[in-house]
């Protein structure tokens, strides 16, 4: 690790897939002895669900859930999964969280596995897992680590070509000095002040 700060998700959009696939071996919360489970999936402030699946402790989704990634939008991934209970309110059935860096993202496809159910308290009865897939796709013509170039009525100003602590290295002789310096002066119109 150099120390420096990853750069953020802020100069990364673009969209995120989040492919529900399946889970397996669900707690059973209605009489029958099953569930009737759909998955409820949050980034930043956007939720999205899926379709229900009735009477089944071992759903199978098949579900693209894609999300158009924001600036700002968090890194964090929740991923809940409810029993639906017909106008009444859902009974829990696991989550879980996933955390994503910025190198993550950069890879397309982020990972593919089988996640084990987590409670959210301690009274949660919770038991199986979720099989989910995320892929990442960064918006045409950004990247991690680069802003936009300026466009060109700009460039001039905004580049720097003598910078003040570099103009100690320059081995110059006395009589030239002048032709140097000029020469400069003329390269980085936008620029005198850095040359004393």
Known sequence: STGQSSPSLSAMPGTLTLSVIEA???AAKDDNGKSDPYAECTIGS???KTKIIYKTLNPKWNEDLVYEVPKDVPKKILVSLWDDDEGEDPDFLGQVNIELSPSDLQKGEVFQQWLNL????RRSHVSGS??????Y???KGTSSATTPAPSSNTLATSTKTIAPDHRASLKISGNNVSD???GALKISSGNANLVK
């Open 46 to 48: 956007i939720r999205k």
């Open 130 to 135: 979720v099989h989910l897939r995320i892929s």
């Open 24 to 26: 397996k071996d669900l």
């Open 118 to 121: 987590e409670k959210r308290s």
């Open 137 to 139: 796709q960064p918006d």
């Open 180 to 182: 140097v310096l000029s």
